[in-house]
């Protein structure tokens, strides 16, 4: 049976992952329930390991290092007692080969050659460019749908990535073109960015020292 990670723990992870979000787009990340997690970041704040602030009338939080050094504790002992590192280990080490793929795509996807050394911005006018990027990623989504269904076997946490991925296709499927790569809602880039984050803090590797981005 998939390992389930304490609540207030996946909180504290959504948190870094975002690194400044309000509650909904907290709780989104995991799938976690509105309420639980409303509970969890006021525990977090009165232990002083998040903090709240109001930007333009919305209330977000952020860790505190304290909050953050203690994440990381909980994620080594949560993996410790999942008895799941070498599976996370090596689902770290297939989704390192798929992100050179991915790094690429989204390059292809947001630049054109034009012969050459010349690039230019991709406009999407030319929709055959547009579909032959987006037939790429398909194939890619379904080599990580591989890998994040061994994880999934292993934490019941990662599911939720599952889900958002297939979301975030579906929508970019239909037409809406943001959700490859635009920042700040959860397109295909930013859930792929939350996912490799993830399983950096939940290894305790550093992305520097991957030499990753």
């Given at each position: 049976m998939a390992h389930d990670s304490d609540p207030e723990l996946l909180v504290a992870l959504a948190l870094r992952l975002k690194g400044f979000g309000e509650v909904e787009a907290v709780a989104a990340v995991h799938g976690l329930d509105v309420e639980h997690v409303n509970a969890a970041l006021a525990a977090l704040v009165e232990r002083g390991h998040c903090m709240a602030r109001e930007v333009e009338g919305v209330e977000k939080f952020i860790l505190t290092p304290t909050g953050r050094e203690a994440g990381e504790a909980g994620l080594r002992a949560d993996l410790d007692s999942s008895g799941s590192r070498d599976t996370v280990r090596s689902a770290y080490d297939e989704f390192l080969v798929l992100n050179g793929s991915m790094l690429q795509l989204c390059t292809d996807w947001q630049v054109r050659s034009t012969g050459g050394d010349g690039q230019q911005l991709n406009d999407h006018t030319d929709e055959d460019y547009d579909q032959e990027v987006l037939a790429r990623l398909v194939d890619l989504d379904g080599e990580l749908r591989r890998v994040l269904a061994g994880l999934s076997m292993a934490m019941s946490r990662y599911g939720a990535y599952q889900r958002r991925f297939r979301d975030a296709l579906d929508r970019l499927l239909g037409g809406d073109l943001?959700?490859?790569?635009?920042?700040?809602?959860p397109s295909y880039?930013?859930?792929?960015?939350?996912?490799?984050?993830?399983?950096?803090?939940?290894?305790?590797?550093?992305?520097?020292?991957?030499?990753?981005?």
């Open positions: 943001d959700y490859f790569t635009k920042p700040l809602i880039h930013t859930v792929w960015f939350e996912l490799h984050e993830d399983l950096l803090a939940t290894l305790g590797i550093n992305r520097a020292d991957e030499g990753s981005t």
